[in-house]
């Protein structure tokens, strides 16, 4: 089955930044579509960020547009999710998934099964 290993997460202080990656669970990457979810304690999973498999097409969510920014490494088999500028509020678990499409607001319906996730905390 489809699934993928994150890693990143952190405590940091607001303002500061996080770099998470995504590797694929002893398969290419490079025919999917990759999202960046997160779950907040309390609140459902929800969509931050996508790339389509060429990444020519990426979107974002507007509580991270221009903070946040999606990119990926076909050779390297990894997607990267570069946040900076963190505010409390995007304390969550955040996971990676391949996706059927990219939507217009960094969501897309999951295809893989999701992983542990990546911790990230952001507090003074």
């Known amino acids: 089955q489809l699934q993928f290993v994150e890693s990143g997460g952190g405590l940091v202080h607001p303002g500061g930044s996080l770099n998470l990656s995504c590797v694929p669970s002893?398969?290419?990457?490079?025919?999917?579509?990759i999202g960046w979810f997160r779950q907040a304690p309390g609140k459902g999973r929800e969509g931050v960020s996508c790339i389509s498999n060429r990444g020519n097409t990426i979107t974002y969510s507007d509580s991270v547009k221009g903070r946040f920014t999606i990119s990926r490494d076909n050779i390297k088999n990894t997607v990267h999710l570069q946040m900076s500028g963190l505010k409390s509020e995007d304390t969550a678990t955040y996971y990676c998934a391949a996706t059927r499409y990219c939507s217009t607001s960094g969501d897309g319906p999951a295809i893989s099964s999701w992983g542990q996730g990546t911790q990230v905390t952001v507090s003074s």
């Open positions: 002893g398969f290419s990457l490079e025919h999917y579509n």
